[in-house]
């Protein structure tokens, strides 16, 4: 049995070991075979020694994300200790700067970190439409607003436009408190969440007082021509066939698009079709449009979604494969 020694005095002790442990307790289920304790800013590893050299591989790795990022989530850290070194280099650490789409407040970068949010970053540097499909938590609308909110801040757009359909998921607009704007707002949420991670807040007020950032239900958009804009439909799928066409008519000179739609989450009433299925299919072979789809390996959420969603996945084979059946 051998023994070695870890400082963290590069990082914050606190933010390593996590709230009462938490991330300390996940480094010592990862390594059963080894006795890791702590002492203030160290760590000492006793066991086999090439578990210790493992184990030293990646805390290397958390340091060095913590040293560039500051702050490290519980899923971050359980993903690089639990990834090959060639998976966690590539998605946390060692980054080449210019993959970095956006630099956030207090130093947080914002970057695709799978496959296909890379095609994603490519086919919008390259096209002027992105369709990008795909389960929720793949980050789809993250890549989305991080595309949009670089193309401003390098002056290649003047404004940024998201909008959404307003559209009831099982639950009733009309009971909600407030005017208009305060019962569409929860449906908006998930796109005021993803900009505050990448403006400032001082600096998204003004953008968004200014309309240089609008946030807006889809059916605001009829009648209007969008120039020199990034745009972007999150949620698609609960568009129809009309309004799909409606916003895609909307795009003007010098204007980017990205539609983010899950067909798997259709909200709509029951007399009513999604129109994306229609506009990914006929839309396929122009030029100029691109098409890429995310899968459950492109989850960046919560370990369990990517089980959650083959779950659900199987269970609708299931349900199709009966359904043909008899």
């Known amino acids: 049995m051998t023994e070695t ?24 289920k990862k390594f059963p075979l080894l006795k890791i304790l702590s002492r203030g800013t160290q760590i000492k590893l006793s066991g086999a020694p090439e578990q210790i050299e493992l184990a030293k591989e990646k805390i290397d790795l958390i340091l060095q994300y913590m040293e560039r990022n500051g702050h490290l989530s519980e899923n971050y850290f359980e ?9 966690v280099i590539d998605n946390f650490v060692d980054k080449n700067p210019n993959e970095v789409l956006v630099f956030g407040p207090n130093g947080k970068t914002v970057r695709a970190r799978t496959a296909n949010q890379k095609k994603m970053v490519t086919a919008a540097d390259k096209n002027d439409i992105v369709f990008a499909i795909g389960p929720a938590g793949t980050g789809k609308t993250y890549t989305a607003v991080a595309l949009a909110v670089r193309a ?45 991670d990448m403006i400032p807040a001082d600096k998204l007020g003004y953008y968004m007082s200014t309309r240089t950032i609008e946030i807006a239900p889809l059916a605001y958009m009829r009648g209007r021509t969008l120039d020199n804009a990034f745009i972007i439909l999150d949620e698609s799928q609960n568009a129809n066939d009309l309004q799909i066409k409606m916003f895609l008519t909307r795009i003007g000179s010098n204007a980017k698009a ?4 899950d067909p798997t989450q259709v909200d709509l009433p029951r007399n009513q079709r999604s129109g994306l299925e229609k506009a990914v299919r006929i839309l396929q072979n122009i030029e100029g449009i691109a098409h890429i789809e995310l899968d459950e390996e492109d989850v960046v959420r919560h370990k369990l979604v990517k089980a959650i969603i083959k779950a659900y996945d199987k269970e609708r084979e299931n349900e199709t494969e009966n359904s043909y059946h008899r």
């Open 5 to 28: 020694i870890i400082n963290l005095d590069t990082v914050n002790p606190i933010e390593f070991f996590g709230v009462n442990n938490s991330k300390f307790d996940i480094l010592k």
């Open 79 to 87: 993903q690089i200790l639990g990834g090959d070194d060639a998976e």
């Open 152 to 196: 401003l801040k390098n002056k290649v757009v003047k404004k940024i436009i998201l909008t959404r359909p307003a559209v009831e998921a099982g639950e009733s607009l009309g009971f909600l408190p407030g005017d208009l704007k305060e019962k569409i707002d929860p449906y908006l949420r998930p796109l005021y969440d993803a900009l505050d």
């Open 258 to 261: 990205i539609i983010t739609g």
